[in-house]
């Protein structure tokens, strides 16, 4: 089976990466973000998932993406079940396979956090109903979705708009990327030799890029990452996983921090973007951080309105397939 992330198998899509959305799919969710974050704004009901039972697995701790999804189902009408991961037989070895197809027969959809990207894709390739990736160690959809969302908003486009990402060539960055080839955005990566992105990605990216108009720029040197840039965007350093490389992350990444000296080499207006949680002090100054410059509250708003969008658009009209 060919690695395609978000497909049509049995009837039903997966959202598992930007790469295979295409531009006219990114603009649909866009669009249907801002629509119903108008509504929920209105306090006008909007029930398109009424009946519908998400499923949340969550194998590493999340505070945004899981309440986001959960809060979101009920806001569409439906209803959100957590299961807790020691809680169900996979835990005792039950297989992928079929605690997908059993999953499958209750729930309309399914969002997964897991550590290695490949068991995603075996859940998207057993399972009946569509398939979210939550967050893997390769990438991090939902959060570029949401964050493009956030940079319309702010600079009132995507094209020609330049953000520059600095720090760890981490999940974040890799969907960061996808998406920023996507929409015709420029894009610089400031991240040191031993911390770069997945070079499959960046090559991915860089053939996406020829086609929308897109800019793949990347400097180890931070200033000149950030020089002119529209959006200042970083991420912790010890991502999920990699805590035994604490001491020697730090060490690596200190030149890499954002911080007011940095700031200053971006445009006048840039806007400052953290998918969260942040270490102030890491890859942070708490000054950007909680600066006037910094919209990361209403970046972590747009998870929510971002999550229904793409709830709906995979869910909707939808009957469950069974086997
Ligand atoms: N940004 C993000 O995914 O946050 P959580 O880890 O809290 O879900």
New binding site residues.
Partial sequence: MTKRTVHAQAGKKDLLDIATLSRAEVERLLTSAALLKEKQRCGIPHPLLSGKTLGLLFQ???????VSFEAGMNQLGGHALVLPMGEIQLSRGESVADTARVLSCYLDAIVI?TYDHAIVEEWAREATMPVIN??TDLS?P??ALSDLLTIREKKGRLKGIKIAYIGDGNN?ANSLIEAAAKMGMVIALGCPAAYQLEQHIVDRARVEAKKTGAMIESSQDPHIAVKDADVIYTDVWISMGREREHARRLKVLAPYQVNRRLLHCAKPDAIVMH???AHRGEEISAEVLDGPQSVIIDQ?EN?LHMQKAILTNLLGNRSRTKR
Avoid: D, I, M, N
């Fill in positions: 590493k701790p999340s505070t945004r993406t899981r956090r939550g967050l991090h939902c959060q974040v998918c969260l949680p972590a998870r």
